[in-house]
T-cell receptor, first 118, second 114 residues
Framework: AQKITQTQPGMFVQEKEAVTLDCTYD???????LFWYKQPSSGEMIFLIY??????QNATEGRYSLNFQKARKSANLVISASQLGDSAMYFC???????????????FGTGTKLQVIP | DAMVIQNPRYQVTQFGKPVTLSCSQT?????MYWYQQKSSQAPKLLFH???????NEADTPDNFQSRRPNTSFCFLDIRSPGLGDAAMYLC?????????????FGAGTRLSVL
C-alpha cells in the first residue's frame, strides 16, 4: 500500500484564488509528522509547512495552511491567494518509524503539479 | 544565508565513466542525505550519513557510493553510470533530534548519461 497518496497529478488555479492539494497517508504509528515541499522547475525542494500527529491546531505558514484530519488520515495543503510564482510541483511527505541512526524514514508522495493561470 | 549547495547544477557523463557529485552545507547539520529523483517521480533515498556513520538503503545499487570527509561536505560517487542513472540528484540535511526532522534541500544536480 502506498504510504503517501497524492491523487491529483496536475491542478490549475486562477491567480489570487485559493487552491487545495490533496494528500492522504497510511501509517500505524501514533507519532508521525507530515510535510509539504515545493519544487519549482529549477529543482530545489523547498520546505513549506509541517504538522505533527499530536498537534491539535492546523499548521499555518503565511499563505500556506495544512488541513489535518487525523481520523481520515489526510493532510491537505491549502494555498490562499495564489501567485504566479506558486506554479511548481508540490510533494507531501511523512516522517514515521523508529528514530535511529539520526534519522526517521521520510516517504514522499508522487507530487501534484500546480499551474497558476494569470 | 545558511544553505545547502550542490555542484555542479548540470553534469554530463559518458556511459561507464565515473562521476562525482558534491554537496556542501553551512547549516552545521549532522545528518546529510542523497536522493535520486527521476522525471515526474518522488525522490528516492539512496543513503544518509549521521555524523560519520553511513547508512545505506537496502535497494541502493552498489554502483552508488558516498563519502563525507567532514560535517560540511558530502559526495556522491557513481562508479559506472548507466543510462538508467540519468536523474536529478538531491542532497539534503537535517538535525538529528527526535521530533520534526525537517530536511533542507539543495538545488540538485541534473545528471545526463550519454
Amino acid at each position: 500500500a502506498q504510504k503517501i497518496t497524492q491523487t491529483q497529478p496536475g491542478m490549475f488555479v486562477q491567480e489570487k484564488e485559493a487552491v487545495t492539494l490533496d494528500c492522504t497517508y497510511d501509517t500505524s504509528d501514533q507519532s508521525y509528522g507530515l510535510f509539504w515541499y515545493k519544487q519549482p522547475s529549477s529543482g530545489e525542494m523547498i520546505f513549506l509547512i509541517y504538522q505533527g500527529s499530536y498537534d491539535e491546531q492546523n499548521a499555518t505558514e503565511g499563505r500556506y495552511s495544512l488541513n489535518f484530519q487525523k481520523a481520515r488520515k489526510s493532510a491537505n495543503l491549502v494555498i490562499s491567494a495564489s501567485q504566479l510564482g506558486d506554479s511548481a510541483m508540490y510533494f507531501c511527505a511523512m516522517r514515521e518509524g523508529i528514530f535511529s541512526g539520526g534519522y526517521q524514514k521520510v516517504t514522499f508522495g508522487t507530487g501534484t503539479k500546480l499551474q497558476v493561470i494569470p | 544565508d545558511a544553505m545547502v549547495i550542490q555542484n555542479p547544477r548540470y553534469q554530463v557523463t559518458q556511459f561507464g565513466k565515473p562521476v562525482t557529485l558534491s554537496c556542501s552545507q553551512t547549516l552545521n547539520h549532522n545528518v546529510m542525505y542523497w536522493y535520486q529523483q527521476k522525471s515526474s517521480q518522488a525522490p528516492k533515498l539512496l543513503f544518509h550519513y549521521y555524523d560519520k556513520d553511513f547508512n545505506n538503503e537496502a535497494d541502493t545499487p552498489d554502483n552508488f557510493q558516498s563519502r563525507r570527509p567532514n560535517t560540511s561536505f558530502c559526495f556522491l560517487d557513481i562508479r559506472s553510470p548507466g543510462l538508467g542513472d540519468a536523474a536529478m540528484y538531491l542532497c539534503a540535511t537535517s538535525i538529528a533530534v527526535t521530533g520534526i526532522n525537517i530536511q533542507y534541500f539543495g538545488a540538485g544536480t541534473r545528471l545526463s548519461v550519454l
